[in-house]
């Protein structure tokens, strides 16, 4: 794809794949976790989505209640028609359940999931190394289904010591692993996350989302002063091949600092100084390839 936005030219800023966008009705589904998070807590739906300079979404499942994650992903496929930027659906499970399979069977049946997400970001660390999570990560693998892995940075170490076991999977990693924002990188958890995202990035067939900071920290001041670390660190250890741009609407946009998905593009633009070549990867090509957004009808 020719580049629209070749970095220092001043044109229109052009986002060719936005990788992580979520919409949600609380009137149609059950989002616990919203319940008393005043700014999120109403429908977010695609013609609230601020997508003027979007070509293709991907949606993210944006943590219904497990036994509504079925009907969430059926119930995006069936905006399709409203929402043409729509290109794939990273949909919910439970990977530790016995079911997994049957669940499979049906978010198969749905053509636009490309992937899955069960949140870990909540979790103990030691649950990251239960049998039955690796074996559902065994299961998506065999599909072909793609993995979304959201953790917070404490996880990280974790989350590599799991993923070592079934190496086939094709993972990426949400928001950068939610790195201490407000800390920055010379602190002690900073340099824990650069170190982490490294030892990650060694891992073939793992990506990195550059996605989710806004919503970390509520202190502008620490933001501004260490975001674009964070994203050069992660552009650094996986490369444009293997790093993906996400605005993680609404998400991003209502808490913490909050950010636009256009100025959360342009951040992530003027903190990585990549060429027009690396930026289309990053903007469009990478998500493309690891979702396989050209194979979704």
Do not use: N
Request: overall charge negative; glycine content about 8%; proline content about 7%.
């Amino acid at each position: 794809m020719e580049s629209r936005h070749p970095a220092g030219d001043g044109r229109e800023r052009v986002t060719a794949v936005d990788t992580h966008v979520h919409i949600w009705d609380p009137r149609l589904l059950d989002y616990p976790w919203l319940r008393g998070a005043d700014a999120l807590d109403a429908p977010f739906l695609p013609a609230d989505f601020p997508s003027v300079r979007t070509e293709r979404v991907v949606f993210v499942q944006a943590d219904c209640a497990p036994a509504q994650a079925l009907d969430e992903a059926s119930w995006v496929a069936g905006l399709a028609p409203e929402w043409p930027q729509l290109a794939g659906i990273v949909a919910g499970a439970d990977l530790r359940s016995p079911e997994l399979e049957q669940h499979l069977d049906s978010l198969s049946e749905i053509g636009l999931v490309v992937g899955v997400r069960h949140l870990l970001q909540g979790e103990p660390v030691e649950r990251l190394s239960e049998p039955a999570l690796r074996r559902g990560l065994g299961a998506l693998a065999a599909r072909g289904f793609t993995f979304d892995a959201c953790i917070q940075h404490p996880q990280l170490g974790a989350l590599i010591e799991l993923l070592d076991r079934i190496p086939q999977l094709q993972v990426v990693l949400d928001h950068l692993g939610k790195p201490p924002v407000e800390e920055g990188m010379a602190g002690d958890a900073g340099r824990r996350w650069s170190d982490g995202i490294r030892r990650l990035a060694e891992r073939e067939g793992t990506f990195v989302k550059l996605s989710g900071l806004p919503a970390e920290t509520a202190d502008r001041a620490a933001y501004e002063a260490h975001a674009a670390d964070f994203l050069a660190v992660a552009l650094d250890a996986f490369g444009p091949e293997r790093a993906m741009l996400g605005s993680d609407w609404p998400v991003s946009a209502r808490v913490g600092v909050g950010e636009s998905p256009l100025a959360w593009t342009e951040r992530v633009r003027v903190a990585t100084s990549v060429d027009a070549r690396e930026w289309d990867l990053i903007a469009g090509e990478t998500g493309s390839r690891f979702y396989r957004l050209s194979e979704t009808p």
